[in-house]
């Protein structure tokens, strides 16, 4: 079997293969054995020796063989990865003449893995000479047992042909050997991957998707969207310091809060513990009163609109990344794109000239992309990258008003959105969002002052949570010095 037709195996099939072909090589071997010794009954002793040597051998090498096979795989990945990011970035590569300095990071990946395969095929060379040897000397065993045998018979010519068959046997054994121990190896490095399956089966799964809870649930849950955090404690993972250190705050329903605090205060965490990403460690958070750790997951996540920080489409179309799951029409669609000032009804009928009155200018002042979205069928590429990042959260935001979700948090872009964007978005936002709750990770402060409330975040716990006017009155307040600061630099 070639590398490259074994390369076209999937694992278990792999498993099959080798573990079926080595057990098949043995019974050969034994076979072999079983013939020759039945006709000469002396080979036996001149075996036992042989096989001494050719386990110790066969150990020593699966041994070294495992290792270097390793080092071949751990050479190998980078390649690819190389290879994949090359592709992806392959316009950036160009634009900035980096092909010779990717020339030469490829050929040196290369000439490092061809090192390490290099020694893998050294260490077969090794093993092949070993077992010729090995494979030599039993059929040596072989004939000098059936010489001695025959002179003792005094020339017994049925006895001939049975030394012919026993030394014609033991020539075969040769190629037994040496493929039993290819098999053997392959076979362990192959069990590497039962290994991996069997870390990947122990990895603890996510809460259940649905529970008895969601039954219980009235289908418009969350009605009025109030979120109560309760001593709430979340670590990312077992042995990581708290992140959320005692949460307690209580947001009324329909509530606008901008978010604020240093960086790694556990602003964005606020979102990862309401969509249950992480569970948290001690305390609750309630939802209308309900506690969504007794909620499913498909359930909770489906009842939360997220805009996240960097906005995320998918390759399709306009309508795939509004609606995947087909579940509006196409007037719908338009309406929701329209109110975010992404489309403009005057282009529904191709008169591209004039744009939605109250959100005129929008889509025009977005970023690389001027032009507002013509159609439904309009292509999306991968990550949405043919839509500037303002666009891509106006179609983020689109989609969330599709869900008509009464708990909206926002994550809002740092990069790559300038302020008036910025304001736009979150004028865009407010408006269509004012019967639900909204939650605002805000990073520029001049977007949230307007808020109904602002949560100041420090070191994982609510330092101020109060509307903006009362926090800026408050002498010494986080969130007064917050913006001072803000006005010093601005
Ligand atoms: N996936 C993760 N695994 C482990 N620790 C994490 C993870 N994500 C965040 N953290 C840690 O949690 C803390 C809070 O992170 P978080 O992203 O909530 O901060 P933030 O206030 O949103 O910061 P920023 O304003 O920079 O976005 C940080 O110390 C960070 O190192």
């Excluded at 072909?21 to 034994?30: E, H, N, P």
Aim: hydrophobic share 40%.
């Amino acid at each position: 079997m070639n590398r490259f037709s074994k390369d076209m195996y999937t694992v278990d099939e792999q498993l099959v293969v080798s573990g079926r072909s080595y057990l098949g090589t043995m019974a050969q071997v034994l076979s072999t054995i079983v013939v020759v010794t039945s006709i000469t009954p002396k080979f036996i002793f001149g075996l036992a020796p042989l096989l001494f040597f050719y386990v110790h051998q066969q150990n020593f090498f699966t041994m070294t063989y495992r290792e270097l096979k390793r080092l071949d795989s751990v050479t190998r990945s980078p390649i690819y990865a190389l290879l994949s990011e090359t592709l992806d970035g392959v316009l950036t590569i160009r634009a900035f003449g980096a092909e010779e300095n990717l020339n030469k990071r490829m050929i040196n990946m290369v000439n490092v893995q061809q090192t390490a395969y290099r020694l893998t095929f050294a260490a077969q060379c090794w093993l092949s000479v070993r077992l010729e040897f090995c494979g030599t000397m039993i059929v040596f065993v072989a004939c000098f047992v059936s010489i001695m045998q025959h002179g003792t018979r005094g020339g017994d010519e049925l006895f001939a042909g049975l030394a012919g068959l026993s030394i014609s046997f033991a020539l075969s054994i040769t190629q037994s050997l040496n493929w039993t121990v290819r098999m053997a190896s392959d076979l362990e490095a192959n069990m590497v991957a039962v290994e991996r399956i069997q870390q990947y089966s122990q990895i603890p799964s996510e809460a259940p998707r649905l529970t008895e809870t969601d039954e219980s649930l009235p289908s418009n849950w969350p009605v009025e969207g109030r979120i109560e955090f309760i001593n709430s404690k979340l670590r990312y993972r077992p042995g990581l310091p708290l992140v959320l250190k005692g949460l307690n705050i209580s947001i009324p329903a329909q509530a606008k809060v901008g978010v604020v605090g240093r960086t790694g205060a556990g602003k964005s965490t606020l979102m990862v513990a309401l969509l249950r990403l992480v569970e948290l460690d001690s305390g609750s958070i309630k939802i209308d009163g309900v506690d969504i750790r007794s909620v499913g997951l498909k359930t909770l996540r489906s009842k939360i609109a997220v805009i996240p920080q960097d906005p995320v489409l998918f390759s399709g179309s306009v309508r795939t990344n509004l609606d995947p799951f087909d579940e509006f029409d196409d007037d719908r669609l338009f309406e929701v794109l329209q109110h975010v000032g992404l489309y403009s009804s005057m282009v529904k009928n191709y008169s591209s000239n004039s744009l939605s009155s109250h959100y005129s200018g929008a889509s025009s002042n977005l970023g690389g992309r001027t032009q507002p979205i013509k159609s439904l069928s309009e292509t999306v590429t991968e990550g949405g990258t043919n839509f500037s990042v303002g666009q891509r959260q106006l179609m983020v935001i689109a989609r969330a008003m599709l869900t008509g979700a009464q708990v909206v948090i926002m994550d809002e872009a740092t990069a790559s959105v300038d302020g008036e964007t910025d304001a736009r978005i979150q004028r865009v936002f407010r408006e269509e969002f004012k019967n639900a709750t909204c939650i605002t990770v805000a990073h520029r402060l001049n977007t949230i002052m307007d808020s109904d409330l602002v949560l100041v975040m420090d070191d994982g716990r609510a330092a101020e949570f109060d509307t903006p006017s009362s926090l800026l009155s408050r002498e010494g307040g986080l969130f007064k010095a917050l913006v001072d600061a803000s006005e010093e630099e601005g």
